[in-house]
């Protein structure tokens, strides 16, 4: 069993950063796949990154490419979201999870964190 805990959201001002982080229970963190996902409000969970075992490959939602970077730190047991450029349509719960292959869908992930909300004004 994983545990997932997620930190780093809050109200930020158009343009501006924020960092997520997700720390994760267990020795096995680096076995895994890693993605982010988002809910906006009143719509349904999407894709936002994914990041391999190694760290070395990524893949990103094409509106977020080039504001986002996911990355991942084993010996920590975390793996993060750099944020920059925020937009009000950026605005969701952003939750990471576990999978044990590559993949862009939720369905395919075995471990949820809680959430933890970004709102961004314009």
């Known amino acids: 069993q994983v545990q997932l805990v997620e930190s780093g959201g809050g109200l930020v001002q158009a343009g501006g950063s924020l960092r997520l982080s997700c720390v994760a229970s267990?020795?096995?963190?680096?076995?895994?796949?890693w993605g982010w996902f988002r809910q906006p409000p009143g719509k349904v969970r999407e894709f936002v990154a994914r990041?391999?075992?190694?760290?070395?490959?990524?893949a990103y939602a094409d509106f977020v490419k080039g504001r986002f970077t996911i990355s991942r730190d084993n010996a920590k047991n975390t793996v993060s979201l750099q944020m920059h450029s925020l937009k009000p349509e950026d605005t969701a719960v952003y939750y990471c999870?576990?999978?044990?292959?590559?993949?862009?869908?939720?369905?395919?992930?075995?471990?949820w964190g809680q959430g933890t909300q970004v709102t961004v004004s314009s």
């Open positions: 267990g020795s096995t963190f680096s076995r895994y796949y």
């Open positions: 990041i391999g075992v190694s760290g070395s490959s990524q």
């Open positions: 999870a576990a999978a044990t292959f590559a993949s862009s869908q939720a369905q395919h992930y075995d471990y």
